[in-house]
């Protein structure tokens, strides 16, 4: 499949086709939508973490002038008992619209209970204010194991925990049990000469994009329902809505505007449905918007998680036996990220005797939602850290020991499947010889860590279409969403295959009437999946095209070749035509020639990242600081090499603030107290060094030009390599996150 | 409803005259009202600067003032910084660099880095970021975009 | 004939097997044909004639859209494992 020859556009880096629109303002993201007769929506919020709702009373909202339509949980459809196949894994209906107005009870302080249309945002702010909701407040369980022990107070009533189809007896938070299990554990640890067993507890972080969630419907007279937003995939939005409001596909038409960061955040809708139910109300058009806090307390963070971890290794370094109990927290609603950080815990490594237990628990929190790498970058806080443990206390260089453990193709993984090619090996290779890691690090209270991580990627569904124009440039149709320069990194593919430069591609971003189905912007899997797609599409057009030659020419399409952007013929008659040429005569050879490519690929290849990270510890005040960064990963194939730098150097910042700033910090109500980007504090550029990415390039054999994705690993490692710094610093094993100041000065017995 | 002023400013070099209600910020106004949309809203509160604008030649965070306060005063806007058929050097330099991926901050970072380049025009890497902490990106993690206003400092 | 490996918790039903062959050329067939040889299985992996949400199938380590249609080679090695999708786990309630 792999695609081994040079490559003309590949691997350049040229301006993305969106770029002049977002340099100069010009570019429409969701709240910028604006409709004639257009309403404004806004959201009223449970201000108790838990509690029964006995009755709304939403007459005096509804008596303030400017006041078009208030709407609660009652004028959702009732979801009963079923279950809805978002085409990303069954989705328990009444979870999801629970979720989005509260009917029986609120699961957490921000959860939404009404929602006001008015004739402008402040008018429905105050209508908020008139809605009168009483309250049974019911005692709040905020953290995972509270939330497990056998007396805490229950979210819901019939949650029995399931292991793997079998459900326990009595009701519990902990919504389910999973496990893997590799070769004997036990035999693993009795050949251990050491073994290192430490618990770990990580915060709940948000994704923490600028652009605060929005949306605007509107329904037709003829009943079509049309929503404006933002959005990692319009296909998804358009499938929870049709779910949420019971209403055909068929009349709804979602349309991406562009959107300003997800991370995995804007996957799972909230205000959507309210838009349409308020839409529906006052037959207007209607705009809702988040605040910053309502993103805060209202949106998918992901987990807080308790992690034991335990490995073990021979003297010589071999790890021969891994154990690791992860309990994350789920928020309201059960679906916690532990499956995938169970399935990525120990995946860098090749280890015999394994054995991983993991817990999926509901808490008082928002329901969690994906943020890059969902799971794995809290497993692999607590795997790296033990794994630069086993090193330090056994003097093998910490990158040493993971090139003598490291997983290569053929391994198998601790959940079952066997390893394909990939590239794990080469990042820590790569890292080791970086000048980076061959620098002198001496200096007191100056300490050097590292870590590597990994995440699958996936592929599922995407489709591209291509409309061929007469000057030689093509129109390409796609459905992703373009969050980090996609557009760019899909059309390259196209234009790779056509022989044409990346600057005669012009692709667009459609609605979901408007191109075939394809999954949202996420798994890493955009330039993968959807450039698969685009390359598919394009050697669709390159065979009609060839038809094209035979035909002007009068031969058999056998006897047309294709190269470097050239038709030329075969058989002796010395034709040639350039791909340009050759659109301006569509006409005469039989009219406009469109190509499409439809893909749902098997084949994501995981990706694997190794970080190197230098830190200062202020003794004084427990301030660590990042001196410099250097993070290494597998991209498989580079379409767009800076593009892939900026997620790299993307993900590791965001790790960066996860390891050492960022947390929601509850009070003992379950208010979270710091719901604001003043006191949720997100890495400033002042916080930071240069991030120096470095790519590997191990081509994906899955496809055509080895791509891998990119998107997520590289928030994996940061948080360990920078614990591991720490210790290199300072001595001390920081094992719970975030590293702040207070939490440094107190590990160091100064507070 | 509350009573709407009148407010006469210059946006852009141009002369506009706008009704408002005394609590809409500059922000609202921009964007609900005048539909200049590139100030972005990322907190309403004056801690990630997506809405930066130069108002009389200081970097504001339009969110923090309040639209009746800009009454004979100068607001330059994203939307008026390129000529009609020229890039500033700043937004080239974006886009040279590949300093943006979502987009929604990058507005802002402009604008903030307009107003630094406007008042110091060979920063240092140290205060090109100091300068610039008041606008967040989530996406980028800052390298390219500090490569991208230092390029710019060096063009102009 | 195609392997299945069985997962950790269902190996009670086994006896402790880690990994089965077993006959079937669609996964619905190697299925239906476990649950003959370990009765109770079908009921663990399946609910009215589709995979448990949450289930995902892995062949031969490459992830399949999880129909139970799905064919399978005589040389297959089957994984039930958690599902992730878009960067999603898939809520497994």
Redo the contacts between chains.
């Keep these: 499949m792999l695609e081994n020859k040079e490559h003309k556009v590949i691997g350049t880096?040229p301006?993305?086709h969106?770029?002049?629109d977002?340099?100069?303002?010009?570019?429409?993201?969701g709240?910028?939508f604006?409709a004639a007769g257009l309403l404004h929506g806004r959201v009223l919020r449970s201000p108790h973490a838990h509690a029964r709702i006995i009755s709304i009373d939403t007459s005096r909202a509804e008596a303030l002038?400017?006041v078009k339509g208030v709407v609660t949980a009652k004028d959702i459809p009732d979801a009963g008992d079923k279950v809805a196949d978002l085409g990303e894994g069954a989705v328990n209906l009444k979870y999801l619209c629970d979720n989005i107005l509260a009917s029986d009870k609120v699961l957490y302080k921000g959860h939404a209970v009404a929602a006001v249309a008015a004739t402008?945002p402040?008018?429905a702010e105050e209508a908020c204010t008139l809605i009168d909701v009483e309250y049974e407040v019911l005692p709040p369980v905020l953290e995972v194991r509270q939330a497990m022990e056998p007396d805490a107070p229950l979210l819901h009533e019939h949650i029995r925990t399931t292991s793997l189809g079998e459900t326990a007896e009595e009701p519990s938070n902990v919504a389910s049990h999973i496990q893997h299990k590799l070769g004997d554990p036990e035999k693993g640890f009795a050949e251990a000469d050491i073994v290192v067993e430490r618990e770990f507890i990580t915060g709940t972080v948000h994704?923490?994009?600028?652009?605060?969630h929005n949306a605007t419907a509107h329904y037709n007279a003829d009943g079509q329902l049309t929503i404006w937003c933002s959005t990692q995939g319009a296909f998804t939005v358009r499938e929870q809505v049709a779910e949420i409001l019971q209403y055909p596909v068929s009349k709804i038409k979602v349309v991406p505007m562009?959107?300003?960061?997800?991370?995995g955040g804007k996957i799972s809708v909230y205000i959507k449905p309210v838009a349409a139910l308020l839409a529906k109300k006052t037959g207007k058009p209607v705009k809702v918007?988040m605040?910053?806090s309502e993103v805060f307390e209202g949106t998918g963070p992901t987990p807080a998680s308790f992690i034991r971890v335990k490995m073990g290794a021979t003297k010589e370094g071999k790890i021969t036996a891994a154990e690791a109990y992860l309990a994350f927290e789920a928020g309201a609603y059960p679906g916690s990220p532990v499956g995938p950080g169970a399935m990525c815990i120990f995946a860098p490594y090749n280890i015999e005797h394994v054995i991983i237990d993991g817990y999926d628990v509901v808490v008082n929190k928002p329901k969690t939602a994906p943020y890059r790498a969902p799971g794995a970058p809290n497993a692999a806080f607590g795997s790296e850290t033990v794994v630069d443990e086993i090193a330090e206390k056994l003097g093998i260089d910490p990158l040493e020991i993971r090139l003598l453990n490291a997983a290569k193709e053929g391994d198998r993984r601790a959940d079952g499947p066997v390893h394909p090619r990939i590239g794990c090996i080469e990042t820590v290779e790569a890292a080791k010889s970086h000048p980076h890691y061959t620098a002198p690090n001496g200096k007191k209270h100056h300490g050097r860590g590292v870590a590597s991580g990994y995440w699958f990627n996936i592929g599922l569904e995407s489709s591209v279409t291509i409309n061929v124009n007469s000057d030689g440039t093509i129109n390409l149709i796609e459905g992703s969403t373009d969050?980090?320069?996609t557009r760019a990194s899909i059309a390259m593919q196209a234009a790779e295959v056509l022989g044409i430069p990346a600057e005669s591609v012009n692709p667009s971003v459609v609605d979901t009437n408007s191109v075939g189905y394809t999954a949202v912007t996420g798994g890493s899997r955009t330039t993968y999946a959807t450039g698969y797609a685009a390359y598919e599409a394009a050697q669709d057009v390159k065979r009609q095209m060839i038809a094209r030659a035979a035909k002007l020419w009068e031969v058999d399409e056998a006897n047309v070749q294709f190269a470097d952007g050239e038709f030329s013929s075969i058989n002796g008659k010395e034709e040639q035509i350039s791909f340009r040429d050759l659109c301006g005569r569509l006409g005469e050879t039989g009219g406009p020639i469109v190509g499409s490519g439809t893909v749902n690929p098997g084949g994501a290849g995981g990706a694997y990242a190794t970080h190197v990270v230098d830190v200062a510890v202020d003794e004084e005040t427990g301030k660590v600081d990042i001196l410099r960064y250097t993070a290494v990963q597998d991209a498989g194939k580079a379409i767009?090499p800076?593009?892939v730098?900026?997620?790299i150097?993307?993900?590791?910042?965001?790790g960066i603030g996860w390891a050492l700033n960022e947390e929601y910090i509850y009070n003992d109500e379950g208010t979270m107290t710091n719901a604001?980007?003043?006191d949720y504090r997100?890495?400033?550029?002042?916080d930071?060094p240069?991030?120096d990415?470095v790519i590997v390039e191990v081509p994906n054999p899955g496809h055509p030009y080895g791509v891998r994705g990119v998107g997520e690993v590289p928030i994996v490692p940061p948080m360990a390599a920078i614990a591991n710094a720490i210790y290199d610093a300072i001595g001390i094993r920081m094992t719970e996150l975030p590293m702040s100041p207070d939490r440094l000065l107190k590990a160091m017995g100064k507070i | 409803?509350a009573r709407r002023s009148h407010v006469q400013t210059t946006i852009n070099g141009e002369t506009v005259e706008f009704l408002c209600?005394p609590?809409q910020s500059l922000l609202e106004v921009l964007?609900d009202e005048l539909?200049?949309?590139?100030?972005?809203?990322?907190?309403?509160?004056g801690?990630?600067g997506?809405c930066s604008v130069i108002l009389d030649g200081r970097l504001v965070n339009s969110c923090l003032v309040l639209g009746v306060e800009t009454e004979g005063k100068s607001v330059e806007?994203?939307?008026g910084?390129?000529a009609p058929d020229k890039?500033h050097p700043i937004?080239d330099a974006?886009?040279?660099?590949?300093a943006?991926?979502?987009?929604?901050?990058?507005?802002g970072f402009?604008m903030s880095a307009k107003a630094l380049l406007d008042q110091n025009p060979n920063p240092t890497e140290h205060e090109?970021?100091?300068w610039?902490?008041?606008?967040?990106?989530?996406?980028?993690?800052?390298?390219?975009?500090?490569?991208a206003v230092l390029d710019a400092a060096a063009a102009e | 004939m195609p392997i299945v490996a069985i997962p950790s918790l269902l190996r009670n039903l086994t006896n402790g097997e880690e990994s089965i062959t077993v006959s079937g050329t669609t996964i619905r067939e190697v299925i239906d044909n476990l649950e003959t040889r370990y009765p109770g299985m079908k009921a663990r992996l399946c609910e009215d004639d589709r995979l448990k949400p949450g289930l995902a199938i892995y062949i031969n380590g490459l992830l399949t859209r999880g129909s139970i249609r799905e064919r399978v080679d005589a040389d297959a090695e089957i994984h039930f494992l958690p599902a992730i999708g878009g960067g999603i786990a898939a809520p497994s309630h």
């Design positions: 880096r301006i993305r969106d770029g002049v977002k340099v100069t303002g010009r570019a429409l993201y709240a910028d604006q002038p400017g402008n402040h008018i994704q923490g994009y600028i652009e605060p562009e959107i300003g960061g997800g991370f918007l605040n910053r969050i980090g320069g767009h800076s593009y730098e900026g997620q150097q993307g993900g590791a910042v965001q604001s980007f003043l997100m890495p400033t550029c002042l930071l240069m991030i990415a | 409803m209600e609590r964007r539909h200049l949309t590139g100030a972005k809203e990322g907190c309403n509160n801690n990630c997506a806007t994203i939307e910084l390129a890039l937004q974006f886009l040279e660099n590949a943006l991926q979502c987009g929604i901050c990058t507005p402009i090109v970021r100091y610039l902490a008041g606008n967040l990106c989530r996406c980028t993690g800052y390298d390219k975009i500090v490569r």
